[in-house]
Every structure is written in C-alpha cells, then in structure tokens.
C-alpha cells in the first residue's frame, strides 16, 4: 500500500498566489522528497528533506517536515502558469525503495 | 541526449500477447525501477533492482517479469497482456547516497494499450 498521501487531490490558483499541499505518512522515513509531473511527462525530482530537518527552501519552493505527525509540505510561492503539473512526495525508509503518493495536482490560471 | 531513454514509447497489443519494454541509462547509478501509473492511483512499484545480482518485487509484481541484463539495462516484460495491464509506464534510476538517500532520474515513459 501507498505510504504518503498528498493533500488536495487537486488545487486551483491564480498566478501570483501561494500553493501549499501536504503529504502524510504512515511509518518513519529517512527522508521525504518532492516530485513535478508534467502532464503524461517523467517525473522530476525537486527537493528532499531529512528527517533530521524542518524546513528547507529552494527557489520558490518551501517544504516543511514535522516527524512527530508525519506530515509534510510544499509551498510554492508566487505561483506561475508554467508551475501547472501535478506534485507527489515520496518517502524514503532504510533498505525499501521510494514510496510515492497519489499526488496533487495543480492547476495555475493567468 | 536522454540520461534515461524507454523502448518503445508508445505500444499497442493484444490480449494474450507477451511484450517487452526496455529501459537503457548512461548514469551509471546501480538502482533501477519499473513503475506503473494509472489515473487517480499515482506511482505504484512494479519491481526494483539495487545492482545486476539483486532484484526485487514491489507492490504489484503479479503479472510482470524484469530483466537485468547489465548496470545500464533494465527490461520489464509482460508474459501474457491483459487489458488491465494498459498504463504508463516508467523507468527510473538512483543515485543512492548512505547519508543523504536517493533521488530518482525518470524515464520518458511508455505508454502501453492492451486490446
């Protein structure tokens, strides 16, 4: 079963707007990462956050990593049309390959 | 070029048939893996491959078979397709680091129509 399961299924904005998902997990992680999904595209990675970390930015991308709830999120600031794709964190535990979730995808209208 | 390249990407077959996709990567990373997509149910782990002598099943092995014919080639096979087999599919590979854990390179897919 899947490990992490992203909040909302699907997100509408307009450009210039913040876009915050979250993604929860069920057992401890050594780290979780993001992921981009253009449409029917390969994903690509974005960030990883350690378990050992909080907050970490890159760009206009922010993601927090609280451990004790085993949740997560990604904020995209000041959103444009072109961040349009669908997002999916993955979890990372010891030994396993990565566990990726349902995902959420967002949609930013100019 | 592609560091991650899928044969063929697109395929269309019938019920019954045995088909091959193949995976090729000029990384050099040892981790390989095939996934499924479909609508609605994410990514979900075909098999994976931590180097040439280890292969192991994921989340949804029944029905498939994988290959790992060297470092950078990593094939999945469909023995006998079956319409609900029809998806798309990805390869992927990673760079595992012991400190900082692994990202994944993706593939381009292949998009497969089972009749």
């Known amino acids: 079963s899947q490990q992490g399961e992203e909040d909302p299924q699907a997100l509408s904005i307009q450009e210039g707007e913040n876009a915050t998902m979250n993604c929860s997990y069920k057992t401890s992680i050594n780290n979780l990462q993001w992921y981009r999904q253009n449409s029917g595209r390969g994903l690509v990675h974005l960030i990883l956050?350690?378990?050992?970390?909080r907050e970490k930015h890159s760009g206009r991308l922010r993601v927090t990593l609280d451990t004790s709830k085993k949740s997560s999120s990604l904020l995209i600031t000041a959103s444009r049309a072109a961040d349009t794709a669908s997002y999916f964190c993955a979890t990372d535990q010891a030994g396993t390959a990565l566990i990726f979730g349902k995902g959420t995808t967002l949609s930013v209208s100019s | 070029d592609a560091d991650v390249t899928q044969t063929p990407r697109n395929r269309i077959t019938k019920t019954g048939k045995r088909i091959m996709l193949e995976c090729s990567q000029t990384?050099?990373?040892?981790?390989m893996y095939w996934y499924r997509q479909d609508p609605g149910l994410g990514l979900r782990l075909i098999y994976y491959?931590?180097?040439?002598?280890?292969?192991n099943k994921g989340e949804i092995s029944d029905g498939y078979s994988v290959s790992r014919q060297a470092q950078a080639k990593f094939s999945l096979s469909l023995e006998s397709a079956i319409p609900n087999q029809t998806a798309l599919y990805f390869c992927a590979t990673s760079d595992f680091a012991a400190t900082g854990g692994e990202t994944q390179y993706f593939g381009p897919g292949t998009r497969l129509l089972v009749l």
């Open positions: 990384k050099g990373h040892d981790r």
């Open positions: 956050i350690r378990s050992n970390e």
């Open positions: 491959s931590f180097d040439v002598k280890d292969i």
